[in-house]
C-alpha cells in the first residue's frame, strides 16, 4: 500500500519561502509521476506542478516564477519550494501520485499540510 | 488553462435519492476527466477516472458519462457516506484544472 506524508513547517512570514517534503512508501518513486495541489481554506483545488523522479518537471504557469520542485531517489522524498509568499498561498498542501502518466488521475494523496502565511 | 465548471454548487438529498452532478470544460478535453470526492478535513480520493472507469473498491452505485465537453457524475442510490464535496478535474492538458466543486449535504 503506498502512502505518501508531508512534512514542513505550519507557519511562514510573508515574503519568506515554503518548503514542504512528501515522503514515500510502499513503493519507489521512481516509476510513477508526483504532484503537489493546493487547497486555500473554503475553497477548490488548485494544481502546482508535477516531478518526475528524473527531475523532469511540469509546474502551473501563473505559478512558474516562485515554484520548485526537485526529487530524491535515495530519500523516495519529492519536495516543493514556493518563494516570496503572500497570505494568498495559505492552504492545505497536499502531495499525491500520479497513477499511471503524467496525464493520469491521481490516486494516492497524503493527509495535507496545513500552511499558513503570517504578516 | 481549461475551466471546469460543475453545476450545481451544492445539493441537499436524502438517503437513496438519485443525484447527478455536472462538470463542463471551456474546450474539448475528450475523455480525460476525473471524479473526486473530499469530506472534510480528508484529502481528495479518485471515484472515476477517464470519465466513466472507477477506480478499484469504488462502489457501482457511481457512474460516469459524457466527452467532450460535458460530463455527469451519477450516484444511483445516495448512501449516508456519500454526503461530501465532489469535484472534476480535467487530465487533457497541463495544467490540470479542477471544478470548484459541488457540496452534497442532507436534506
Known amino acids: 500500500q503506498v502512502h505518501l506524508q508531508e512534512s514542513g513547517p505550519g507557519l511562514v512570514k510573508a515574503s519568506e519561502n515554503l518548503s514542504l517534503t512528501c515522503t514515500v512508501s510502499?513503493?519507489?518513486?521512481?516509476?510513477?509521476?508526483w504532484s503537489w495541489i493546493r487547497q486555500p481554506p473554503g475553497k477548490g483545488l488548485e494544481w502546482i506542478g508535477n516531478?518526475?523522479?528524473?527531475?523532469?518537471?511540469d509546474y502551473k504557469p501563473s505559478l512558474q516564477s516562485r515554484v520548485t520542485m526537485s526529487a530524491d531517489t535515495s530519500k523516495n522524498q519529492f519536495s516543493l519550494k514556493l518563494t516570496s509568499v503572500t497570505a494568498a498561498d495559505t492552504a492545505v498542501y497536499y502531495c499525491?501520485?500520479?497513477?499511471?502518466?503524467?496525464?493520469?488521475?491521481?490516486?494516492?494523496w497524503g493527509q495535507g499540510a496545513v500552511v499558513s502565511v503570517s504578516s | 488553462d481549461i475551466q471546469m465548471t460543475q453545476s450545481p454548487s451544492s445539493l441537499s438529498a436524502s438517503v437513496g435519492d438519485r443525484v447527478t452532478i455536472t462538470c463542463r470544460a471551456s474546450?474539448?478535453?475528450?475523455?480525460?476527466l476525473q471524479w473526486y470526492q473530499q469530506k472534510p478535513g480528508k484529502p481528495p480520493a479518485v471515484l472515476i477516472y477517464?470519465?466513466?472507469i472507477l477506480q478499484p473498491g469504488v462502489p457501482s452505485r457511481f457512474a460516469g458519462s459524457g466527452s467532450g465537453t460535458d460530463f455527469t457524475l451519477t450516484i444511483s442510490s445516495l448512501q449516508p457516506e456519500d454526503f461530501a464535496t465532489y469535484s472534476c478535474?480535467?487530465?487533457?492538458?497541463?495544467?490540470?484544472?479542477f471544478g470548484q466543486g459541488t457540496n452534497v449535504d442532507m436534506k
Open positions: 499525491a501520485r500520479l497513477q499511471n502518466s503524467r496525464y493520469g488521475p491521481m490516486d494516492y
Open positions: 510502499g513503493g519507489p518513486i521512481s516509476r510513477h509521476y
Open positions: 516531478i518526475y523522479y528524473n527531475g523532469r518537471t
Open positions: 474546450q474539448n478535453i475528450s475523455r480525460y
Open positions: 477517464a470519465t466513466s
Open positions: 478535474q480535467q487530465s487533457y492538458n497541463i495544467p490540470p484544472t
